[in-house]
Nanobody, 125 residues
Framework: QVQLVESGGGLVQAGGSLRLSCAAS????????VGWFRQAPGKEREFVAG????????YYADSVKGRFTISRDNAKNTAYLQMNSLKPEDTAVYYC??????????????????WGQGTQVTVSS
């Protein structure tokens, strides 16, 4: 059974940092593309960042570029999202997702086969 479990969310002041983790079980992380998405109240889920299987290429939404960094540790079967210079508009539930195709990270929800349960990030002003 495939499971993705996010952790590391919480409440932080604007300008602060958080690091989210996505621990995978039931699959080998090195064989999948990982994406991070987020969903704010009343809004659609949106792409935040994606990383290819080797970790050599990463992609970001314009809204987080330069502030967020996606990474992965295939030996630990875990992916990460380092979030710096957080803004109130970053407040959302953050989800990690797995794409088995091996294609470069895609920004559409339908490309991903497995999803975690999400972790809440709240940024206060």
């Amino acid at each position: 059974q495939v499971q993705l479990v996010e952790s590391g969310g919480g409440l932080v002041q604007a300008g602060g940092s958080l690091r989210l983790s996505c621990a995978a079980s039931g699959l080998t992380l090195s064989r999948i593309v990982v994406g991070w998405f987020r969903q704010a109240p009343g809004k659609e889920r949106e792409f935040v960042a994606g990383i290819n299987r080797s970790g050599g290429s990463s992609y970001y939404a314009d809204s987080v570029k330069g502030r967020f960094t996606i990474s992965r540790d295939n030996a630990k079967n875990t992916a990460y999202l380092q979030m710096n210079s957080l803004k109130p508009e970053d407040t959302a539930v953050y989800y990690c997702a797995a794409d088995r195709t091996g294609l470069p990270p895609r920004r559409i929800l339908g490309a991903y086969d497995y999803w975690g349960q999400g972790t809440q990030v709240t940024v206060s002003s």
